[in-house]
């Protein structure tokens, strides 16, 4: 699984003209990136706390504020676009199920011929050599069956469908034999605040390895990205493999 960085907030010249327009001046971080800002310019409009007013002028003391005290609405406001790939399309059915704060696109199996998918073998099941060969011919049977489903099924809708809806009609038949291991592309934008939950809820589950796989690549790249509006997650490491943990909200180091 590979997760990508598609999109992130960037600031206009907007604030500035608004604190022009009211005589006000933001001692801004340079070192904070626009989506950190973003979320720091939305917490000071709330109580005009800008010029003389502007207490923790550094960002990450600001937001590290807002955190601890429960205010996070404000984290709303910085969106990232995550393209996810090569996740088993079980995992995408787990992760499009929290919707407050996420827009999701996945790859269409009625236009997309997954003759030849990549499958993605659950973590753990080398360590187990009858069970992974049990899931591998499983697997193979259900890609089997999915071609000649289609092969077989070319007649359906001859003389009633256009060119278009007989494929999509071959391929809603032949997909339903699909096995929930076959790969996937997942496009997933969220608030900041909708990622901190996914991370919390979901990062450390210890029988969904693939899940906490998911939220540890998901971290490395909004860390990358906004280190100030993700610094109380830490990733560690147990007998299973990789997890997220959420430390507390003043960042203290947290333990598995």
């Known amino acids: 699984m590979k997760i990508y960085l598609i999109a992130a907030p960037s600031l206009t010249g907007g604030m500035q003209e608004f604190l022009a327009s009211r005589h006000e001046s933001w001692q801004r971080e340079n070192e904070a990136s626009d989506s950190e800002l973003l979320v720091e310019a939305a917490g000071r409009i709330c109580y005009m706390s800008f010029g003389e007013r502007q207490f923790r002028k550094r960002n990450g003391d600001y937001i590290a504020n807002i955190v601890a005290q429960g205010h996070e609405s404000v984290l709303e406001h910085a969106n990232f676009t995550l393209l996810a790939d090569g996740l088993s399309r079980a995992l995408s059915h787990q992760i499009v199920r929290h919707r407050p704060g996420f827009a999701y696109s996945q790859l269409s199996q009625q236009y997309h011929d997954d003759s030849n998918a990549d499958l993605v073998e659950p973590a753990g099941l080398s360590d187990h050599p009858e ?41 809603s038949v032949a997909r339903s034999v699909l096995p929930n291991a076959t790969a996937t592309s997942l496009m997933v934008t969220g608030n900041a605040r909708a990622w901190r939950h996914v991370l919390a809820v979901r990062g450390a589950i210890t029988g969904d390895l693939e899940m906490r796989s998911y939220c540890v690549e998901v971290l490395r790249v909004l860390s990358a990205a906004a280190p100030v509006l993700f610094f109380d997650f830490q990733i560690f490491e147990d007998n299973l493999g990789e997890l997220v943990r959420h430390c507390d909200s003043r960042g203290h180091k947290c333990s598995v």
Do not use: C, F, H, P
């Not at 289609?150 to 391929?171: F, M, Q, S, V």
């Open 131 to 171: 069970a992974q060969r049990q899931w591998r011919v499983a697997t193979a049977a259900s890609r089997d069956a999915y071609r000649s489903l289609l092969a077989e099924a070319n007649a359906l809708g001859d003389g009633i469908l256009n060119t278009k809806e007989k494929k999509r009609l071959l391929r």
